[in-house]
């Protein structure tokens, strides 16, 4: 397949673990290549990890409000 499928199945994967944001890390800091970029690939690999660790407590939060 090209690598729209392939991130599209990564994506499904992913959102099933329970530490999500550590495999974004991971693939962008390694499989990306961040690595290569040094410390600025390690630090936009951490804030693309961050932002999906606070989308997911954000939406975490917003069901439970529905469910009060």
């Known amino acids: 397949g090209n690598i729209q499928q392939l991130r599209r199945s990564l994506k499904k994967i992913a959102i099933r673990l329970p530490f999500e944001w550590h495999f974004w890390f991971v693939y962008h800091f390694i499989l990306c290549l961040g690595f290569l970029e040094g ?13 999906i ?16």
């Open 39 to 51: 410390r600025a690939g390690f630090i936009a690999s951490q804030l693309r990890a961050s932002y």
């Open 53 to 68: 660790k606070d989308v997911r407590a954000k939406v975490y939060e917003l069901s439970m409000r529905e469910n009060i």
